[in-house]
């Protein structure tokens, strides 16, 4: 008996041959508990030559995918056994209920200290596909991370053709150093961080890299057989262009909703994204072999890593044939690396399947409106010191201008616990406090205000979000991801949003429902959510970078009514600041 549906990764085959006998068992019952054990230690890896010690889950790099059915619960026993202070966030799940599962550091949770561990317990309420797991402290999912993998409720089935084989594609980013002395140094001289030495796909930078042609990615598939790839983008500071040679794929999943599916040579996947794609090989063998390939991109100012990751889609050769035949190796073309417009046409195609089954739940009215600018600033250098940021400041990031301070305990526990005084405020901008002409010439101050400011939303009120880039430091492309909820994007475009004539175009039949997505580079995102899940949300920029420099802020939901619209208590092994 086979088991189709759990995806093949090599390091795991043990835990998924458990599972697959776990989930062909007879008379397996519908929403089950599935417990995991993740050890957070330290391993030796090398790449491209330089081996250094990071930091992994159950000695897995990338981490062991977390495989659940919808509807099941999950409760997964974190062991910190580093010296860093690690969460871990559960990304794109809903956490309907289970705030204190959701793992922002300082934001749901204290982090989980030396020797310490911190159960996390959450049930998967009306989600299916794939999302992902990472450390949500400083840069540490720069290697903590892994796939969430979500199959259908039994006996359900998929809205599209059913796949062959199910593959896990992963994007990653290797540093040579480690990624936090990148970081902290950058935030002490106030400069750009030094940029990755390479992509990894599934962990491995692939033969475009020095030194590396033996840590190559290779994906054994046979001829007329449809593949479903579920790809995830857990880069730290890059949005990334994929495309496979010679081949089309069916673009039919993001952020685990279906979507309407569409064909595709090459596509866009920003960190925090996943795409599923059906892959379908062709009818005989095709006498060559293929690059899987992904680079930046990139509109901002500043430098970035400007390289390939690439893996090859090795076809099974027919029995009579000799293997030892030199064959082809076709290369993609991919976009420019600043191909906005390509972005811009690829994000459009995104549609939910919006069917009765699938509907797309799109808020008609709304409640609140909110305009947020996003984008880059700067902070003054500090007396006697000397900075390497813009001008001889400090580079920062905000929305309306707020660089977002995390506090030194949990949002979660002093608004549980009506302790919110000195730890945060909930007067964060609605909108700009200064108005000015956003993607055109910059205004001369760029600085920004520091602060930990929240916006309290009443439970059930149906919110609509516009976000716009500005050209201060340069117009980028920002990946926004809300913790909590899916939302919907009902408009995007370029320059400055028009409140009197954009609405009209805004799609509210059947916009892409996700939870990380895109503001364009000099232009703007409109989203709509329903504030149903009593907790405090994180919303920030998903390059890590943008993060570290303020770009974030947090959403306090009010309880509500009902018992089961209630924030519940903290669990007793919730770690302590």
Not at 212 to 231: A, C, E, F, N, Q
Not at 283 to 301: D, E, V
Not at 442 to 452: A, E, L, M, Q
Not at 549 to 558: E, I
Request: proline share 8%; charged share 15%.
């Amino acid at each position: 008996m086979s088991c189709p549906n759990v995806p093949s990764f090599a390091s795991t085959r043990a835990l998924l041959f458990g599972l697959c006998v776990l989930l062909l068992s007879p008379g397996f019952a519908v929403g089950i508990t599935r417990h995991y054990t993740f050890n957070v230690d330290y391993h030796n890896v090398t790449r491209l030559c330089h081996t250094r010690s990071i930091l992994s889950v159950n000695g897995q790099f990338p981490g062991p995918p977390l495989v659940a059915r919808e509807g099941d619960q999950v409760i997964v026993k974190l062991v910190n056994h580093v010296t860093n202070n690690v969460t871990i966030h559960w990304h794109g799940v809903r956490q309907l209920g289970s705030a204190w599962a959701d793992g922002p550091a300082y934001v749901t949770q204290c982090p989980i200290q030396t020797g310490q561990t911190y159960t996390y317990n959450f049930t998967i309420t009306g989600q299916r596909g794939t999302l992902l797991w990472h450390a949500h402290i400083s840069w540490l999912r720069s290697t903590l991370y892994g796939p969430i993998i979500i199959l259908p409720k039994r006996n359900e089935s998929y809205p599209y053709e059913k796949p062959h084989k199910e593959i896990p594609i992963i994007f990653g980013e290797w540093f040579n150093v480690d990624p936090e002395a990148v970081i902290s140094q950058a935030l002490q001289t106030g400069a750009g961080p030094n940029v990755s030495d390479a992509y990894t796909i599934n962990g491995l930078p692939g033969p475009l890299y020095n030194c590396s042609s033996k840590d190559t990615y290779k994906l054994k598939v046979k001829p007329g057989k449809t593949y479903l790839l579920r790809l995830i983008n857990a880069a730290l500071n890059d949005e990334l262009f994929f495309s496979i040679a010679n081949h089309t794929l069916i673009v039919v999943e993001t952020d685990a909703v279906y979507l309407k599916p569409f064909e595709t040579d090459t596509l866009l996947i920003a960190p925090g994204q996943t795409l599923n794609v059906l892959l379908k090989t062709k009818p005989s063998f095709p006498n060559a072999s293929f690059f899987m390939a992904a680079s930046p991109y990139f509109t901002g100012s500043g430098s970035f890593d400007n390289s390939t990751v690439a893996g090859i889609l090795e076809y099974k050769h027919p029995s009579h044939y000799s293997a030892s035949k030199n064959l082809t190796l076709f290369k993609p073309t991919l976009p420019l690396f600043n191909a906005t417009n390509f972005v811009a046409n690829f994000t459009g195609k995104l549609r939910s399947l919006a069917n009765a089954k699938f509907p797309a739940n799109v808020p008609q009215t709304v409640d609140r409106k909110f305009f947020f600018t996003v984008g880059l600033g700067s902070n003054p250098c500090p007396q006697n010191t000397t900075c390497q940021g813009p001008n001889g400041s400090k580079f920062a990031a905000s929305i309306n201008n707020v660089s977002f301070a995390l506090p030194s305990i949990a949002l979660l526990q002093a608004h549980f616990f009506g302790k919110s005084n000195g730890v945060y405020t909930t007067d964060f901008p609605t909108q700009p406090l200064v108005q000015f002409n956003y993607t055109g010439t910059p205004p001369n101050n760029t600085h920004v205000s520091n602060g930990t400011r929240a916006v309290v939303l009443r439970f059930n009120t149906s919110v609509e979000l516009v976000m716009q880039d500005t050209s201060i430091l340069g117009v980028e492309s920002h990946p926004l991801h809300l913790h909590g909820f899916n939302f919907f994007v009902v408009g995007q475009g370029f320059g400055n949003y028009d409140p009197n004539k954009d609405p009209a175009k805004f799609n509210l039949v059947d916009p892409v429902e996700r939870n990380t997505a895109g503001v364009p580079a000099g232009g703007w995102l409109a989203i709509r959510f329903l504030s149903d899940n009593p907790g405090v949300w994180f919303m920030h920029c998903h390059l890590d970078v943008h993060t570290s420099w303020g770009l974030r802020m947090a959403w306090v939901v009010l309880d509500g009514p009902e018992p089961n619209q209630k924030l519940p208590p903290p669990p007793s092994d919730l770690p302590k600041c």
